[in-house]
């Protein structure tokens, strides 16, 4: 399973982006796809996650200002981040977990897309 993220950039704080991350290959059935983001310095933390029933889960730090999203169809998660903050910077990886064509258990990660949101 490959996962190709795009989005990210530098933006003004107030500002919004759009992430977006298509999974490819020997997908089989995701389950969860979701984002993440590291900061300089620090650990790789939770962003937002969705279920292939749309269930999501947001860090507190984000509920109200971003909005995770999917299109099961196409195997694409995408997350709308408005209002940003400075602290919002950080590069953000999507994640998908899910099961392949012979029933295996998959946990795969994208390679990461820049945000920088300057004050």
Known sequence: VQLQASGGGLMQAGGSLRLSCAASGSIGSINVMGW??????????????????????????????FTISRDNAKNIVY??????????TGVYYCNA????????RYN????????????
């Open 36 to 65: 993440y983001r590291q900061a300089p310095g620090n650990e790789r933390e939770l962003v937002a996650t969705i279920t292939n029933g749309h269930s999501t889960n947001y860090a507190d730090s984000v509920k109200g200002r």
């Open 79 to 88: 997350l709308q981040m408005n209002t940003l903050k400075p602290e919002d």
């Open 97 to 104: 977990e899910g099961w392949s064509m012979n029933g295996s």
């Open 108 to 119: 795969y990660w994208g390679q990461g897309t820049q945000v920088t949101v300057s004050s």
